[in-house]
């Protein structure tokens, strides 16, 4: 059964509404884009049912804004009705490309500042619409997920934060940790992966791509990725290797330990094309020399998988690895910001998450079990025979 035959066994619970707020304006148009073809194409017999008297529109987007003050302080603005809705509000935290004035200076968006305008609109509608869903896609202060001595608990404050002010499910993809939901005990978390979006984008771009035991190996840069790796080669049905970071816990720069050394633990990669996988590309500088020491050690193409594409210090040293050989494709989501640059690099490929979020946002909409939904094992798994029988014809 279709994912679409699912979600028409299901009653909504309330009408849908999507809070895109701008810095995830663009993603929340092709979200919404998905949503009114699902359900122009759905063929519930009871759509003349006052039950379903908004089922069907052109547009599921509200109108919501966060003007600013020249002092740079803020208020939200809801331009739509959401009572007694199902609301859905968008953010992505990363996007550093908005900026506002503060007494005449530009300011870029920091990901501090997405997250007081996402509770602004969260202000803005508490009371009025019928549940609240928070999608953010890069988990705010994810990274600041546990406590060493005297540090503050960033993500675990924030997750509460969210709670007490209503928002009854979080949705968030390949957090850094989601052991954090912990925080949260009686409020939804869902933490997805869009490992089914990289293969899909991966065979586009390489259709030639061997996927067997002896032609691929799946890669963790270091053990923290370990689960990814392990599901990844799981389902393809190949080996694994990972990386050990050595860090000089003596020392703290830019906020972390700097990485000593990468030591590989796995078999022989010689002649093999590899993929590594990770949550995120920070600066990027750890994933390159992992790409690096892997192609000298013989490894054939060297394939990056990575959720969240940051590229805080640019893209000068991966044009650089890119042109000696060492990396053959950055494989990176649409779920944060990506500058302009990075869709005119030749290695640069992009799996678009829209129509997931939008088939994530439609189960929940409908109270539908998400396992029936979204199984990405067995669509991978039809994925690969395709792209099996393909290759043999």
């Not at 633990?265 to 590309?281: A, E, R």
């Not at 396992?371 to 990405?376: A, D, G, I, Y």
Request: aromatic share 10%; charged share 25%; glycine share 6%.
């Amino acid at each position: 059964m279709t994912n679409i035959k699912y979600l028409e066994q299901a009653i909504p619970v309330a009408p849908l509404k999507i809070a895109a707020l701008e810095s995830c304006r663009e993603l929340g148009k092709k979200v919404n884009d998905h949503i009114v073809s699902f359900r122009k194409d759905a063929m519930t017999e009871e759509l003349d049912s006052p039950l379903f008297s908004s089922y069907r529109t052109d547009n599921y987007l509200i109108k919501c804004s966060c003007p600013r003050f020249g002092s740079g302080e803020s208020k939200g603005y809801i331009g739509d009705s959401i009572r007694g809705c199902d609301l859905f509000l968008m953010v992505d935290v990363c996007n550093y490309s908005l900026t506002y004035t503060v007494s005449g200076h530009p300011n870029h968006m920091s990901p501090d500042d997405h997250y007081q305008d996402l509770k602004r609109i969260i202000s803005a509608a508490r009371g009025k619409a019928h549940r609240l869903t928070v999608l953010m896609p890069f988990l705010y202060e994810s990274r600041q997920h546990k406590r060493t001595k005297r540090e503050s608990l960033d993500c675990a404050l924030a997750l509460e934060e969210l709670t007490n002010m209503g928002v009854e499910n979080i949705i968030t993809f390949d957090a850094h940790d989601p052991r954090v939901q912990n925080a949260i005990p009686l409020t939804g978390f869902d933490d997805f992966s869009p490992q089914y979006q990289f293969i899909k984008a991966l065979l586009r771009a390489e259709p030639n791509l061997k996927i067997d035991k002896d032609h691929l190996l799946i890669v963790s840069p270091d053990e923290g990725a370990m689960h990814r790796a392990v599901y990844l080669s799981n389902v393809l049905g190949v080996d694994m290797g990972m990386f050990y970071k050595r860090r000089d816990y003596s020392t703290v720069i830019n906020g972390k330990n700097p990485i000593v050394a990468h030591e590989f633990l796995g078999t022989d990669i010689k002649g093999k094309d590899l993929i590594i996988i990770d949550d995120m590309i920070s600066s990027g500088e750890s994933m390159l020399d992992v790409a690096r020491q892997l192609k000298e050690r013989g490894a054939g193409r060297v394939i990056v998988f990575t959720t969240f594409g940051l590229f805080t210090d640019g893209f000068a040293q991966f044009d650089e690895y890119y042109d000696k050989g060492y990396i053959s494709r950055v494989i990176t989501t649409n779920l944060t910001y990506l500058p302009p640059a990075a869709y005119e690099k030749p290695y640069f490929v992009v799996a678009d998450m829209s129509k997931f979020i939008a088939l994530i946002i439609e189960s929940l909409n409908h109270d539908m079990s998400i396992s029936h939904v979204l199984n990405p094992t067995d669509k991978i798994h039809a994925l690969l025979d395709k792209h099996r029988m393909n290759l043999s014809s």
